[in-house]
């Protein structure tokens, strides 16, 4: 790489288990792997959280992948389910704002491309709060 050029921005890849399995964080690596390559991702960096909850944000990976994204390193985020970003909705549209707000895009396998989803999540959520139902 010349002096003057910039490394390329991040493709994170998001690894989470509630408890301790290292069988199913191979599982998920190995997957997020195969779709990063499949689309020619590059500067791939793999995040795992093994044995942590996704009701709290206090994740060490995580919060390392963030403070990344924040820093606009990071120019998307592969996971496997939405649930591994995160089981607690408040958190997770949080989470969205800020990866929306710095450029990044996400993506998990069952779902694809979140961008319309969080901005759906957001309506369905804001409303519900609006005329006191619960979702």
Known sequence: MEQNELPSKITALYCRTATPDPAAIEKQREELLLYAAAHSFENVQIFEDDGFSGLSDARPDFTRMNELIAARRVARVLTQ???????NIDAMLAWARMTQK??????????????????????????????????
């Open 81 to 87: 389910k939405i649930s591994r970003i995160s089981r």
């Open 102 to 135: 710095h450029g990044v895009k996400v993506i998990t396998l069952d779902l694809g491309s979140m961008s319309e989803l969080f901005v759906t999540m957001q309506d369905i959520y804001r409303i519900a709060l609006e005329t006191g139902n619960s979702i």
